[in-house]
């Protein structure tokens, strides 16, 4: 059975960092795209980042330098490292794997999901 799990510590103060983890079992998560979305409170669901299998790897334009995204595929798993946080980036956080990445990666297009974690920012 395929599961995807993210986890990662879910509260932090406004301007402080986030590094969510997802770790996959019943796959070969180097074999799959890594992407990353989230949804806040009405409303809807977002692309945030994604990385190739190669490791080549992408946040959405407005995340930019303050969202990364990495794999470690020695551990089958992939890693969101959030800095400068703000109250607008609380949210619940998904990872998924994709087949293939084209950016912005849509949620549909993923092959597999992970229930998400929640993250809150205070101010």
């Known amino acids: 059975q395929v599961q995807l799990v993210e986890s990662g510590v879910g509260l932090v103060q406004a301007g402080g960092s986030l590094r969510l983890s997802c770790a996959a079992s019943?796959?070969?998560?180097?074999?799959?795209?890594i992407g990353w979305f989230r949804q806040a409170p009405g409303k809807e669901r977002e692309f945030v980042a994604g990385i190739s299998s190669g490791g080549s790897a992408y946040s959405a334009d407005l995340l930019k330098g303050r969202f990364t995204v990495s794999r470690d595929n020695a551990k089958n798993t992939g890693a969101l490292q959030m800095n400068s946080l703000k109250a607008e980036d609380t949210a619940v956080y998904h990872c998924a794997a994709a087949n293939r990445l084209i950016v912005p990666l849509k949620w549909e297009e993923c092959a597999y999901w992970g229930q998400g974690t929640q993250v809150t920012v205070s101010s």
């Open positions: 019943g796959l070969t998560l180097r074999n799959y795209v």
